[in-house]
């Protein structure tokens, strides 16, 4: 997918005058000042997103794409923001989560004016799209899903989910043993967590939960993505996350893998997500 060395631009959305056809444009936007500000960064880091900016574009293009045109389902396509919403702002009532839910609704009203019976009309398109693009930036400047983190491994993570922090447990000779985002080195596991990656920040838990139910509102299936590698620690085969908040480079000889178990914290209760 696309990456940090893309173009910056000023929208993610655009209409081609050929066809009236939305476009997903490639190419980073740039944050807010305001942004910049809260979300401080020292020699090395990097402002991070927990779903990425082209993650969030996306799904926002297809959701876009349905509310213009596929006329007749305005409450899907409203219900689908407002989950977009909560799982990029959050679940609890705040200034930015507010004016997210206003331009929504101005978007949905016009979103529903795009069409004078089978006739497109072109002036409420870009309006439309204007809107939307204005969704998207919020989106991107939501500082709940904003973090500083280690820019060589925010690079590299591109289009998947950057967790907060982790944890992946083994079974080693009849023991539990983990490792985590603080580093390479095992240690014995008392938790009772079953084997496998775990993401182990509440916020995470709650992204998570909030992106499983809008991946049941979508047409179709996006792929939930971490980064996973597999490498030997100490002898022993294991896996770990790829995360800007790791404290690790990546270890000689590590290779690209796949854990088919990945859970979540809900209640107390661990939920697999993968």
């Known amino acids: 997918m696309w990456n940090g ?12 005058s050929s066809n009236q ?12 000042g305001s942004t910049q500000q809260k979300v401080a960064i020292r020699f090395g880091q990097a402002r991070c997103h927990s779903f990425s900016q082209d993650f969030i ?9 349905s509310a ?8 899907a396509n409203g219900a689908r923001l407002l989950c977009l919403g909560s799982m990029v702002f959050g679940s609890q009532a705040s200034v930015e989560k507010n004016n997210y ?27 439309a799209v204007k809107t939307a693009n204005s969704l998207m ?24 989910f950057d967790p907060t ?10 023991r539990k043993y983990y490792i985590d985002h603080t580093g390479l080195q095992w240690r014995e596991d008392t938790s009772g967590r079953p ?22 509102m979508l047409e179709s299936d996006y792929v939930f993505g971490i980064d996973i590698y597999s490498c030997k620690v100490e002898g022993v085969s294991c896996f770990f996350a790829g995360s800007s908040s790791n404290r690790f480079k990546k270890p000689p000889g590590c290779v690209p893998g796949k854990c088919s178990q990945i859970y979540i914290e809900d209640n107390g209760n661990w939920i697999s997500i993968a």
Not at 21 to 32: M, T
Not at 57 to 65: E, S, T
Not at 149 to 155: E, P, R, V
């Open 5 to 16: 060395r893309s173009s910056t631009i000023e929208n993610k959305f655009k209409v081609d």
């Open 21 to 32: 056809e939305i476009q997903l444009v490639r190419g980073r936007l740039a944050f807010y």
């Open 57 to 65: 574009a996306a799904i926002l293009h297809q959701i876009v794409v």
């Open 68 to 75: 213009i045109y596929c006329r007749n389902s305005r409450d």
């Open 101 to 127: 839910d206003t331009v929504m609704e101005q978007f949905l009203e016009q979103s529903a004016s795009v069409f004078a019976g089978s006739a497109m009309l072109s002036n409420q398109l870009l309006e």
């Open 137 to 160: 930036h919020q989106l991107n400047n939501s500082l709940y899903n904003l973090r500083p983190g280690d820019k060589a491994w925010n690079s590299s993570i591109s289009y998947d």
């Open 165 to 174: 922090a982790w944890v992946y447990v083994a079974d080693i000779q009849g």
């Open 195 to 216: 084997a496998g990656i775990h993401l182990t920040d509440a916020g995470d838990a709650q992204r998570m939960l909030h992106y499983c139910e809008l991946r049941g």
